[in-house]
């Protein structure tokens, strides 16, 4: 009855117009998996959705980067505490946008706390997103270019690392670090120390032929409301950690099965699979607002939840009710990709659609659907 349940709330979500197509993968407790799809690829596709169809998980990527890093604290080649800029030149001395002055131009300064691997995990970088941050928005279109144009040779942050929370860039940072710690290309380490190990055969930062070949159209609305097919957007290497990856709402399960499990699946560490499920400070985490709304609307998980950030993912702090309990990890991709993995109850899910803007309440609303289904079982 729970997996009928389940497919009939995607074949609505997908019938009220929450997105041309859906895949969804569920872990349960018992060690039993369920993958699910409704409607088709795309706008302009009409090939039946595929559980196995691939997509664009945007920033899913950064659990991903993040326990890549964390391998390699345990091993003792990185440093939780020390100053990247030791290893990465361009982010020894960062400025901080302090306002701007009467005639417009941005007034910036020094950094006065160095960029940590531990601050570049935790989003209390500095490094914010200009879709979600209106002053850098405003400095990036007063110097011209953009965010991911300006960020790898001279970062600007929004404030003093260590000081706030802010979703950003710091991930992107991070697949720099490992690349320099490790001396191999991001694509290669995940492959040879995640993935790999974990058959997750469908995950990977340069899409072979074979998964574009299954790959969801991506989208974005007419001011109508409808579904215009529109080209994903460009990824560089550069920004790999962040948001590079491509992959199946079942192979991203694989990896969500070993947060869960006890032994990290011979994959995660004790030690990364605590650093990635524990809250790393009590700065309230994951709430977004707007900068840029075509690309995303505002995010508030789990209103009226207090939630912290791990050094991977957003944790609520609270159960809550007919959903994820206390403890429970989380996050999403920018294309409509979210999901959940809930240590304490053994449960974890994926729903995947690939259309902008993120947070979509269309899709919000059909994945805490889809995570009550599960709970409900």
Same mark, same amino acid.
């Given at each position: ?68 890093? *964390? ?57 914010? &997103? ?67 190990? *974990? ?40 920004? &790999? ?10 192979? &991203? ?43 995303? *609307? ?40 979210? &999901? ?38």
């Amino acid at each position: 009855m729970g997996s009928q349940t389940i497919q009939a709330l995607l074949d609505d979500a997908v019938a009220r117009g929450a997105a041309p197509g859906l895949t969804a993968a569920v872990a349960r407790a018992d060690g039993t998996d369920s993958y699910f799809a409704a409607g088709v690829r795309g706008a302009a596709d009409p090939t039946p959705m595929s559980p196995d169809d691939t997509f664009w998980i945007a920033s899913c990527t950064k659990a991903i980067t993040s326990a890549a890093a *964390l391998q390699l604290v345990e091993r003792g080649v990185l440093e939780l505490d020390a100053p990247v800029g030791e290893r990465l030149p361009n982010l020894a001395a960062p400025q901080v946008l302090e306002g701007f002055g009467p005639d417009g131009a941005p007034r910036l300064r020094p950094a006065r706390t160095p960029l940590t691997l531990r601050r570049l995990l935790t989003h209390t970088s500095g490094l914010a &997103y200009d879709f979600f941050h209106a002053d850098l928005a405003r400095y990036y279109a007063h110097v011209g270019g953009s965010l991911m144009e300006s960020a790898p040779g001279a970062p600007v942050l929004a404030f003093d690392p260590g000081a706030g929370w802010q979703y950003g860039i710091g991930i992107d940072a991070v697949g720099w670090l490992v690349e320099q710690a490790s001396g191999q290309g991001l694509d290669a380490y995940v492959a040879e120390h995640i993935t790999g190990p *974990l058959g997750m055969s469908d995950t990977a930062f340069v899409a072979t032929p074979q998964l574009e070949a299954r790959a969801a159209g991506m989208h974005h609305h007419a001011p109508d409301g409808a579904f215009i097919p529109a080209p994903h957007l460009p990824s560089s290497p550069i920004y &790999y950690g962040g948001g590079g990856l491509r992959s199946t709402a079942p192979d &991203y399960l694989k990896f969500l099965r070993a947060v869960l499990a006890g032994d990290g699946a011979g994959v995660l560490g004790p030690r990364t699979l605590a650093w990635l499920r524990e809250a790393d400070s009590a700065i309230p985490a994951g709430d977004l607002s707007t900068a840029m709304a075509p690309i995303s *609307l505002d995010f508030r998980p789990m209103p009226g939840t207090p939630k912290t950030w791990t050094l991977g993912f957003l944790r609520n702090e609270a159960d809550v009710p007919g959903m994820r309990r206390a403890g429970s990890l989380a996050w999403g991709g920018l294309a409509n990709c979210y &999901y959940w993995a809930d240590p304490a109850s053994g449960v974890a899910g994926m729903l995947c659609g690939q259309f902008l803007p993120f947070a979509d309440p269309g899709m919000l609303a059909a994945f805490e659907a889809f995570e009550r289904a599960v709970y409900a079982e």
